[in-house]
């Protein structure tokens, strides 16, 4: 009997342990099986899913189109660049440093509106060369821009008279026209030829237009000199004891009531019709002249470049 309980005692804690392990292998095959991610919650209707806005781009860098790389002529730009403050030269017959007070009329000459020390300038310059007969490696030098100027002299009429010779006589006083007061720099009476009068009207009408800085400058356009008189010319010449310099020629285009000297800018404590460098340096940075370099020859004007305030009108033979 006592072997009998025993029995049933083995048996029942076999069973019991039987149970418990079975109980164990469930419990750790529920723990490794993944559990079903959860739904995600539906948006609200009344919302609509927000779209993120785009990148704002960077600025484009200034002229990269139209100024683009050109590697070959990387030391054709720098050379430019170093010379444009640098060059010693003498291209109106006195010396000079530089060629910055050129450069507006020379970027006009190669079709360029790039930066003087650029590649693309560089580049725009060796094809003007090439067309010209010149070497083309992209560098202005002396001989090039004699080509240039000997080109804008020939548009003047009254260079190409003066090359044979010829002084033309003064127009008769009838054919000349009283400017406006307010056309006068400083109230300055002014006398040109009708023609040319008009021209210049027509010019400084769409320049205040077309550039707020001009429209903002009372004085700028205005004109300094206009008709004068041959013989109060010559007095004056003999009077200032420079009779064929650089500032005052024997036979002026002034005598033939198409030249006119206009307000284009000055520098610091410098007339407007200061020759000095500095002042001719700061008119070729104005707008006014780099306006009328790019666009008085559309209403028939031409310029001495020395004098960035000289304009001649070439509508009429002087």
Partial sequence: ??????????????????????????????????????????????????????????????????????????????????NLAALAWSPFGR??????????????????????????????????????????????DAADFDVMKGRWQQARPFVRLSARGVCPAPPAPERLEQARANEGYGGKAIRLRSGALAAYRRMVEDARKAEPAIAADPIALQIFSGFRDPDADAARCAREGDCQGVTRARCSAHRTGLAMDIVVGQAPGYPVDSSADPNRLAMSRSPAYRWLVKNAHRYGFANYVFEPWHWEWTGEAP
Avoid at 25 to 42: D, G, I, K
Avoid at 98 to 118: H, N
């Fill in 95 to 140: 010396p000079e440093r530089g060629w910055e007070t050129y450069q507006p009329r020379i970027a006009a000459e190669i079709g360029s509106s790039c930066p003087a020390g650029s590649e693309a300038f560089a580049q725009a310059l060796a094809r003007w060369q090439d067309s010209h007969g010149r070497p083309a490696d992209g560098v202005l």
């Fill in 1 to 82: 009997m006592s072997r009998l309980k025993d029995l049933r005692k083995v048996v029942g804690r076999g069973l019991a342990l039987i149970a418990l392990g079975l109980a164990a292998t469930l419990l750790v095959r529920a723990c490794q099986t993944p559990r079903e991610a959860p739904a995600p919650l539906p948006e609200p209707p009344s919302r609509a899913p927000e779209a993120s806005p785009p990148p704002t781009p960077p600025p484009p860098a200034p002229q990269a189109a139209a100024c683009p790389p050109a590697p070959a002529f990387a030391a054709a730009a720098r050379a430019n660049g170093l």
